[in-house]
């Protein structure tokens, strides 16, 4: 099982408490380097392992969708 813990940097990747997607806000200005905290668990043994990610400097991209429709057939 791996289960990540923590972000060194919740203003850019937020780690929810009881699990679920992981929130990247990507910053605008620069990179931002952050430490993952995640335990590993196999057969009883557990190890916390950190491992540091960069999240590139940009806009998060959301689709946007427009839908038209006729009534009443037109």
């Not at 990540?4 to 940097?9: D, E, H, I, P, Y």
């Not at 919740?10 to 929810?16: A, F, Q, W």
């Not at 999240?55 to 959301?62: C, I, R």
Request: no cysteine; net charge negative; proline share 5%.
């Amino acid at each position: 099982m791996v289960q990540l813990l923590a972000s060194s940097n919740p203003s850019v990747l937020s780690v929810p408490a009881n699990g679920g997607w992981v929130e990247v806000n990507r910053p605008t200005d620069n990179d931002a380097t952050v430490t993952l905290t995640v335990t590993l668990k196999l057969n009883g043994i557990s190890k916390d392992k950190e491992f540091t990610v960069v999240v590139p400097k940009g806009v998060t991209v959301t689709n946007e969708y427009t839908i038209s429709y006729v009534l009443n057939g037109g």
